[in-house]
């Protein structure tokens, strides 16, 4: 059942004794200050049992304790160690100095029913309700900024040989364990493929690794087993009962393995012999699109954040408010998506999470392709941002050249204008819409006696300049028109906002994921972007609080005695003396009051 705290502090809780001590102005003595106004347990009731089972941990304790976590960057066993002997945790926690509050698991399982109802959002969501509540962030209308930043995935990341191993081991665990109940290693011996459970089939394997018909034989041996074993999967599949856990593992491990081999692998259809015989199977050149790099983890991708920098994992997408420097929404994409997939729905992310209407969105040239800038128009929305600028070997790029859309008439820069258009052959967006492309061509016989030939275009003689129009070119000179001006000054500085807070998510660790999985990933993403707003609003709110006169621990037992003798009206108070008085500070409503010591 859901356990809450009560709304009654007590006398020797931490924050009560040592808030001043620890600090009003850190984040511990932030999170003692308005625990009871952050989290209620009311908010999380849907995660427990509503009329059965013992009381259990509550849960605004146990989801300030995870907002410590990411705010300190500590695992689940350092987390239960300061929770019971750190002094900041219980002022922040708000306990008793001799309580502990619980075991990891109640952590673990407490963070696992988060990921689960996707219940994080509204943690997240009530960082941005508080700042709202505290006056720091207001207005009718806003802007954000969006940016995308490289998560590093937690599985590992193998080569192909490695990588088909481990895709046998895992559908080896899926029929030992779920079918058999047998060790792995057990199962693995019996079948003939127990050379997998050393510490790296390609280093135990004693092969001459310059000899490539020596590495050609050594993966045809691991395709060999492979094959082997997914079929011995599809005989198990016709004795294993419909719709159980037992079909849904070996199914779920034998389509993955079933991947790595169509993405490693190829299977030439002839051999060099005679007809009809299968070639061995070898390598893939390149890379092929959607690669799983990890079995581990099988969502990770590979991802490219410039042509030189690759990385494996994920993407994490921010909205930021440049005024605030509030995050406003969080989202997870695939190493190897556009940055711009997710935008619009950031956008409308922002507004839901914190009531302001969105006026301008701005993002980096990432966001400025053209499809973006359409799905913004026809959902009514401005959107700032630049225009990559493009590259054309050295010649005149196309922007030298000044379109006009409605005459339908192009000007080259040495002056000459045509009006001819030709077919440009098709392309195809990213949400897979096939475009037809036109071009402006100009003249041979112009371009051939043009002084600025050579500066304009390789074509042979005998050829004019072709340029190209783009599907969505009349918000591409829009896009280039503002770009050009000096409003866009502005604009450039605003979009600064998110790197800022995507530098304050790095040092609370999201470079690196915690967990395997893009929920658990954005889980750990999102709770960073809590404490980010939070240690915002509680900076801000330390700037309106005045100062005052006390401090230290004498503050903290003076107005400890004083919440005890006026919490405590009908004990009876004895004199100590001829002439003992009150001091006004501890001076009870009720004039008979006496203490017994």
């Not at 209620?40 to 009731?45: T, W, Y």
């Not at 190209?468 to 896009?479: D, F, G, M, N, Y």
């Not at 929920?519 to 404490?531: D, G």
């Not at 330390?542 to 004083?562: D, E, F, N, Y």
Request: proline letters at 4%; charged letters at 25%; hydrophobic letters at 40%.
């Amino acid at each position: 059942m859901l356990g809450k705290r009560s709304a009654q502090r007590g006398m020797f809780e931490a924050d009560h004794l040592y808030l001043d001590f620890v600090g009003r102005d850190s984040f511990y003595g932030f999170l003692a200050t308005e625990r009871g106004n952050l989290f209620r347990d009311e908010d999380f009731g849907r995660l427990y049992c509503p009329d059965n089972g013992r009381n259990s941990v509550p849960p605004s304790l146990l989801a300030t304790a995870l907002l410590l976590q990411a705010h300190d960057r500590v695992s689940d066993d350092e987390a239960k160690a300061r929770a019971d002997f750190d002094m900041r945790w219980k002022v922040a926690l708000g306990t008793n100095l001799d309580q502990r509050l619980f075991a990891k698991s109640t952590l673990q399982l407490f963070r696992a029913q988060l990921i689960l109802h996707d219940q994080v959002r509204s943690v997240f969501q009530r960082s941005l309700e508080f700042a709202r509540e505290s006056g720091y962030l207001q207005g009718r209308k806003m802007k954000v900024v969006l940016d995308t930043t490289p998560i590093l995935g937690r599985g590992a990341v193998k080569d192909t040989y490695n990588l088909l191993a481990d895709g046998i081991k895992k559908l080896v665990w899926a029929l030992a364990k779920k079918v058999t109940w047998t060790k792995p290693e057990v199962w693995a011996r019996e079948h003939g493929l127990g050379h997998y459970y050393g510490s790296s089939v390609k280093g135990e394997a004693e092969i001459d690794w310059s000899d490539e018909n020596a590495r050609a034989k050594f993966l045809k041996s691991i395709v060999a087993d492979a094959d082997r074993l997914l079929e011995t999967a599809r005989q198990t599949l016709a004795q294993v009962r419909a719709g159980s856990d037992q079909e849904q593992a070996i199914v779920e491990a034998a389509q993955l393995l079933s991947q790595l081999l169509l993405q490693d692998v190829e299977r030439p259809a002839g051999g060099p012999g005679s007809s009809g015989e299968q070639a061995d199977p070898r390598l893939k050149q390149g890379v092929t699109r959607d690669r799983i790099v990890s079995v581990h983890d099988p969502e990770m991708r590979h991802g490219h954040k410039s042509a030189t920098k690759r990385f494996e994992g994920f993407k994490a997408a921010v909205a930021v408010d440049p005024d605030t420097q509030l995050i406003t929404a969080v989202d997870m994409l695939s190493a190897n998506a556009g940055d711009s997939q997710c935008a619009l729905e950031m956008v409308e992310a922002s507004e839901a999470n914190t009531g302001v209407e969105v006026e301008e969105t701005i993002g980096d040239c990432a966001f400025g392709d053209g499809t973006t800038r359409e799905i913004f128009e026809q959902a009514g929305r401005k959107l700032v941002a630049r225009v990559a600028h493009p590259h054309n070997q050295g010649q005149f790029p196309k922007e030298a050249f000044t379109m006009d859309l409605g005459a339908g008439a192009c000007t080259c820069p040495a002056g000459q204008v045509t009006h001819t258009t030709v077919p440009e052959g098709t392309r195809q967006d990213r949400n897979g819409r096939t475009c037809s492309l036109r071009a402006f061509q100009f003249e041979a016989a112009v371009c051939d006696e043009c002084l600025l030939r050579k500066a304009c275009t390789r074509a042979r003689s005998g050829q004019g300049r072709v340029v190209t129009i783009h599907p969505q070119e009349r918000l591409i000179q829009e896009a280039r028109a503002l770009q050009a001006s000096p409003e866009f000054s502005e604009y450039r500085e605003k979009r600064q906002a998110a790197e800022h807070r995507i530098g304050r998510l790095i040092q609370l660790g999201v470079r690196q994921s915690r967990y395997f999985g893009q929920a658990k990933t954005l889980f750990q993403v999102m709770l960073a972007a809590t404490v980010a707003n939070l240690t915002l609003t509680a900076t801000k709110m330390m700037k309106m609080r005045p100062r005052s006169g006390a401090k230290g621990i004498t503050s903290s037992l003076l107005s400890m005695l004083k919440r005890a003798f006026e919490a405590l009206p009908a004990i009876r108070l004895r004199l100590l003396g001829p002439g003992f008085r009150i001091p006004a500070l501890f001076r009870p409503p009720q004039p008979a009051f006496r203490l017994d010591f």
